[in-house]
């Protein structure tokens, strides 16, 4: 293990040295209202959203099933555009989806006909080919995968995927990464890992992080702020600062506590509303 | 390579030996690899037959011995006749695969691409295709003549459908996931058809093509047995004509030999554009 610390070190110093990418910039969400034309009328998805997220911050969004969670990060990536309200990035208003936000989804979605040099160079058209190769080896290195770079999708695990598809996500230079439900579908130790690999590029880039999860103890665990939802209609119930240093260990007492806390709110709530 | 990227893999390597053993606690005394099996039977047939027709208990102008058909064929490539018809058949079948295909692509991709497109033409076309093929050839011949126009006529008819087919579908299909992906990294319409479309549709475009090459290859059979003054459907009619069943059989074969020939091209160049893909 001490091994593997000191290659991290020798990645974050590569790194730094890289300041062509933006850092992490503000969002202002403020949506009042989404719905979705359903066959028994409209659903309303979400209602009454106010967030600001600031530069270089981590924010976890967790909620159950239904709350609308996902489509709040879709509609900040730009993948939605018809609803009520509007949301600013560094004070420009979001029309559509563009490569200052990256987006990481729940599967990796990576195109299973190009490498995996290919899928992360894959937005950067508009930079020389030149340049296009220096982007992708770099991101490939960030995530540890750089001797991959000629395997195809279908040769890696879930983690490995997940990786590329983060890579992908930060080829474009986005001041902020958006991801949903990223680790969901791993398995419970490579989540643990990709979570502390999330935080060391996290800390590298300084780029603004939305995570959207079911998973209180990986909000915890990641975040700056825990904006907890609740569903129908989909709004925002409380958001909780996690105060703790990191690195953050699953086991303290404190991060018990206020796990249990963000827990017990989640269900008191379910429990009212069923 | 970090540990954590050998420890993805060592399983599946050690999987992959597990079955190796599996496979060899299996194995019986007698030892024939599987794709000689097949060889059995049809090696088989064809001794008994050469056997059964040099003794004359087959009547040999009607079952003639396996080696008097090679011979018929043989005689045919010294004078030079086999080549002619071949080729000429084979020039109808990639003329008449090129044009088929190539209307099947088009109208395929643009009833893929454009819901509006496939609401309009579709109806027609999957009318069209359940009139069986050969019902056209009079109307064919009425307008286009006995020459080579209606023969490629006939054939484009027989690649069309399954190419339209299985592009229109298919594009239908694409994972719109994959789209967003596109979409996300702004791509122009021309550009999600060039580097997320078509690449995903290709495995079953292929598919599409090879059955369009096989039935290209069937209506060429039909197309000269109806009419034809040369090609191996024609030496087929002549060979039934003059009673000469050695040339009938010789041109099953050289059918067979040939249609393969061509869908091998086919599935070499698809697998060579598939490249390392597995889905």
Do not use: A, D, G, T
């Given at each position: 293990m001490p091994a593997r610390v000191a290659i991290d070190e020798v990645r974050l110093n590569e790194v730094t040295q890289d300041d062509s990418c933006n850092k992490g910039g503000t969002l202002d969400i403020a949506i009042a209202r989404k719905t979705f034309a359903g066959s028994q009328g409209s659903l309303t998805a979400l209602s009454d959203i106010s967030l600001t997220i600031d530069a270089g911050e981590f924010v976890c969004i967790v909620g159950g099933s239904g709350c609308g969670k996902t489509t709040l990060l879709r509609i900040v990536a730009g993948l939605e555009t018809e609803y009520e309200g509007s949301i600013h990035l560094d004070g420009h208003q979001i029309f559509g989806p563009d490569l200052n936000r990256g987006v990481v989804f729940q599967e990796h979605r990576l195109l299973p006909w190009l490498t995996v040099h290919e899928n992360v160079a894959f937005g950067l058209s508009r930079l020389s080919s030149a340049e296009r190769a220096a982007k992708a080896e770099h991101y490939l290195d960030l995530v540890g995968l750089r001797s991959f770079?000629?395997?195809?999708?279908?040769?890696?695990s879930g983690g490995m995927s997940q990786r590329v598809a983060i890579a992908r996500a930060l080829a474009g230079c986005p001041e902020v990464l958006l991801l949903d439900e990223p680790f969901a579908s791993l398995d419970a130790l490579t989540r643990i890992r990709m979570q502390e690999e999330l935080l060391r590029i996290w800390q590298a880039e300084r780029t603004t992080v939305v995570l959207v999860t079911h998973d209180i103890e990986e909000a915890v665990y990641l975040a700056n702020r825990v904006v907890v939802m609740s569903p129908l209609p989909g709004t925002i119930r409380n958001i909780w600062p996690i105060d703790l240093p990191r690195p953050r260990e699953r086991t303290d007492h404190e991060f018990s506590r206020i796990r249990r806390a963000v827990l017990d709110e989640f269900f008191a709530h379910t429990l009212n509303k069923s | 390579m970090s540990t954590a990227e050998q420890n993805h893999r060592l399983p599946r390597e050690a999987t992959a030996q597990g079955l190796d053993l599996c496979t060899q606690t299996k194995?019986?005394?007698?030892?024939?690899p599987d794709r000689f099996l097949g060889w059995i039977i049809p090696i088989g047939i064809l001794l008994a037959w050469e056997l059964l027709a040099r003794l004359e208990v087959l009547p040999p102008n009607w079952f003639p011995a396996p080696t008097a058909i090679a011979k018929t064929i043989y005689e045919m490539a010294v004078n030079g006749d086999l080549w002619k018809h071949v080729g000429i058949t084979m020039a109808r079948v990639v003329l008449g695969f090129l044009v088929g295909a190539s209307l099947g692509t088009l109208l395929g991709a643009v009833t893929g691409y454009f819901p509006i497109a496939r609401k309009l033409l579709d109806p027609l076309l999957q009318s069209l295709r359940s009139v069986p093929s050969i019902a056209w050839v009079p109307l064919f011949l009425l307008w286009l003549g006995i020459q080579e126009s209606s023969k490629i006529a006939l054939i484009s008819l027989g690649a069309f459908f399954p190419v339209y087919l299985n592009l229109s579908v298919a594009m239908r299909h694409v994972d719109s996931k994959l789209l967003e992906v596109g979409k996300l990294y702004r791509l122009s319409s021309f550009e999600m058809v060039r580097r997320l479309i078509l690449p995903a549709v290709l495995p079953e475009y292929i598919v599409g093509l090879r059955s369009g090459l096989g039935l290209a290859w069937m209506f060429v059979v039909a197309a000269e047995l109806l009419g034809a003054s040369s090609g191996i459907g024609y030496l087929m009619v002549d060979g039934q004509m003059t009673g000469r069943a050695a040339i009938i059989l010789g041109s099953v074969l050289l059918f067979a030999v040939c249609g393969k020939a061509t869908d091998w091209v086919m599935s070499a160049t698809g697998a060579k554009l598939l490249g390392h893909r597995t889905r």
């Open positions: 770079e000629r395997e195809y999708p279908h040769q890696l | 194995k019986s005394s007698v030892e024939i």
